[in-house]
């Protein structure tokens, strides 16, 4: 009987055919297209595969295609999405705010109300496996030479000590030449507040105390009621309120210096929600102190989330005033004062101190804050930590503690000048945290300059970087479609398989419970290379298989049965069948990322010992190398292969004494207090 050739020898055979005949015709278009055929059926092989890993599209119904601003993993394996507004000031004017919940085991989608605009918010990790989202977005961004009414801020006074204020949006303020504005949001100023003071006469006799009231103070954005000039100052001035009679009309007023028809940045919003993963809703809880948009939020030891940064509610970006959030009582409080521009990458490191890498996502003066360092919140003293090269292309960088966590590495990937500076630099850099002094040395450079990269640790202790672009937001049809993997031991970068998609400005990639990762959105300038056609926001969803799960699937480790909680220095003993070639275990933090900011993630090593069918893994007794909180536990075999996570939760030190606040709004007792400094 003849040898009938199978189906992929047949596809093989014509598809090799094709290219053949149509290099003798020379046929450009249709040799493109052929060459594209072989391709897809080079990176289907196998061989290919367990080399460079594989790329493949999530089917994504339309009612589910939402702007990706923001990802987070949750402790259920599923991924929150988050879009708000999606920026798209429709969208935001209609009050259209979006979330999308996708689960990766069955890739099943669901819609999820969200209360406010939380596009461009924070996020972080609780101990308990909620997820916290503060801040977003008040009112969108209006471009130089748009804005036909002169705005800007109005300080609020008020001078009574017996009762606070609200003012309600769209109320006016009048110059004193007539000239009315009225303030585009709710305004809410305190009661002024009385001082004691002694006051002596003639001889140095003492005199009966004496009161003086220091006026309460608030700001709100106000626009003038009518388009054009008139509405122009620079001159400071005070401001009579409209619908105030009697004692209100003389204690309450507004100043303002400058109302001009410059830009108008976005302004923030001060809402904090916590994502219940398992009622799978937002949770209202008490507002921020300040209003942030680009924030970043970065969890502690204690349990404690610390936000920095953002835009104010006037569009500033917050000149400093920080403030923790404890999961504990839903509250907030004041933190150390230190400006830093958005989006700033901090990671918390061994000992408990804050390193700032640079790494940030815009807004801000170039000439501040700009510089890395190590930050101690108990004292709130910054030193600063030099060697970075290209230190004037940190915008738009990522940055990512390397693993596993007790090496206390940090590295810096890539990055762009600010705003909108063609400039983007191939630069990658580490600090060794544990060195007296510690200094960025130069580590081995991407294939080229790149902004918006995004980078994911492994649970092979690789870190695989993907997308980005060599432009801003990705002008001139500068997408990089390219993928590699860094290994920190041998300070190389080793090619992946390419991505389908591009992925610039607003897009995420994150680590999934089975060993893949998820990469979202991608929010480009234009959609030419002539900058002639606007972009329009990527909404398909491309997942990554490492070469890691093209190996042998009976050689794959696996995880059965164990705990699902584990204290600070406590063990876990969990059924694993194969367990003599298990040879590394890993907790591995969920990300929460935006902005190519992703400071949840880490990798903490385990102590591992191996019985029969089981393994017993031992978690580091140091809070700051492990926050409390969910985490993925990973076990590898020595090739790098990992299990499918078990999610496991690593208990939070038992809760400190409660401390009253002080007046100051300070949490803490006195020899803690972090003074108000200037930058270092």
């Known amino acids: 009987m003849a040898h009938r050739p199978s189906k992929q020898f047949r596809k093989t055979a014509l598809g090799t055919g094709a290219v053949a005949l149509l290099v003798a015709l020379n046929a450009p278009a249709a040799l493109s297209f052929a060459e594209g055929r072989y391709h897809a059926y080079k990176i289907g092989q196998p061989s290919y595969r367990v080399q460079y890993g594989s790329w493949a599209l999530v089917g994504l119904p339309d009612e589910y295609k939402i702007n990706a601003m923001h990802a987070a993993l949750l402790r259920t394996g599923k991924v929150l999405l988050i879009a708000g507004s999606g920026n798209n000031q429709r969208n935001f004017d209609r009050g259209t705010f979006s979330t999308v919940l996708w689960d990766p085991a069955d890739d099943t989608f669901k819609k999820i109300p969200t209360p406010e605009d939380f596009f461009c918010s924070g996020h972080s990790q609780l101990p308990d496996g909620q997820l916290l989202v503060a801040g977003g977005t008040a009112r969108y961004e209006v471009l130089g030479g748009k804005v036909t009414r002169a705005g800007g801020r109005m300080r609020v006074k008020n001078e009574s000590p017996d009762k606070a204020v609200r003012l309600p949006k769209g109320t006016v303020f009048r110059s004193p030449s007539g000239v009315e504005y009225v303030s585009k949001f709710e305004v809410s100023v305190p009661k002024a507040t009385r001082r004691f003071e002694i006051a002596y006469g003639r001889g140095g006799r003492m005199m009966p105390w004496q009161t003086k009231v220091v006026a309460a103070e608030a700001r709100v954005f106000v626009e003038a009621?009518?388009?054009?000039?008139a509405g122009l100052t620079t001159q400071a001035a005070q401001y009579a309120v409209g619908g105030l009679t009697g004692g209100d009309a003389r204690n309450v007023y507004g100043l303002a210096e400058r109302l001009s028809a410059d830009k108008q940045d976005f302004q923030g919003i001060k809402s904090a929600y916590e994502f219940d993963p398992v009622a799978e809703k937002y949770v209202p809880v008490d507002p921020m102190r300040d209003a942030r948009w680009y924030p970043t939020l970065v969890g502690l030891e204690d349990g404690r989330v610390l936000a920095v940064s953002g835009l104010n509610d006037v569009g500033d970006v917050v000149p400093g005033d920080n403030e923790y959030y404890?999961?504990?009582?839903?509250?907030?409080?004041?933190?150390?004062?230190?400006?830093?521009?958005?989006?700033?990458?901090?990671?918390?490191?061994?000992?408990?101190?804050?390193?700032?890498?640079?790494?940030?996502?815009?807004?801000?003066?170039?000439?501040?804050?700009?510089?890395?360092?190590?930050?101690?919140?108990?004292t709130n003293v910054f030193r600063k930590v030099a060697g970075l090269a290209d230190p004037d292309q940190l915008e738009t960088s990522s940055s990512v503690l390397l693993a596993p966590a007790q090496d206390q590495k940090v590295m810096v990937l890539g990055g762009g000048g600010v705003g909108e500076s063609r400039l983007a630099t191939a630069r990658t850099a580490v600090v060794d945290l544990k060195q007296d002094t510690p200094v960025f040395r130069s580590t081995a450079r991407l294939p080229r300059g790149v902004r918006y990269l995004n980078s994911v640790l492994l649970p092979d202790d690789s870190v695989f970087t993907t997308g980005g672009s060599a432009d801003y937001r990705g002008r001139g049809a500068s997408d990089i479609r390219k993928a590699q993997f860094y290994y920190p031991r041998t300070d190389t970068f080793v090619p992946a398989a390419d991505p389908t998609v591009g992925r610039n400005y607003h897009s995420e990639a994150l680590l999934l419970p089975d060993g893949r990762v998820a990469t979202f959105g991608s929010d480009p300038l234009f959609a030419d290379k002539d900058n002639t056609r606007l972009g329009r926001f990527e909404h398909r969803l491309e997942v990554y298989t490492p070469p890691y799960l093209h190996r042998d699937p009976a050689l794959r480790p696996v995880l059965g049965k164990g705990p699902e909680e584990v204290g600070l220095g406590g063990s876990a003993t969990f059924e694993a069948p194969g367990a003599e070639r298990i040879e590394r275990a890993r907790l591995m933090r969920p990300s929460a990322v935006t902005h190519t900011t992703d400071v949840e993630q880490r990798s903490v090593e385990l102590g591992l010992a191996r019985t029969a069918g089981a393994v017993t893994v031992t978690v580091p007794k140091d809070p700051t190398l492990v926050p409390p909180g969910w985490y993925m536990l990973f076990v590898t075999d020595a090739d790098g292969t990992p299990s499918v996570a078990k999610w496991v939760r690593v208990r939070e030190a038992p809760a400190p004494a409660a401390v009253p606040e002080s007046r100051d709004g300070w949490m803490g007792s006195p020899g803690d207090r972090s003074p108000r400094s200037p930058q270092d």
Do not use: H, I, M
């Open 326 to 378: 404890d999961p504990r009582t839903k509250k907030w409080s004041k933190g150390p004062f230190r400006y830093f521009p958005t989006y700033p990458s901090l990671f918390l490191t061994q000992g408990g101190k804050l390193l700032y890498t640079g790494s940030n996502a815009g807004y801000g003066p170039k000439d501040k804050g700009r510089e890395p360092g190590v930050w101690d919140l108990r």
């Open 225 to 229: 009621v009518e388009e054009g000039a």
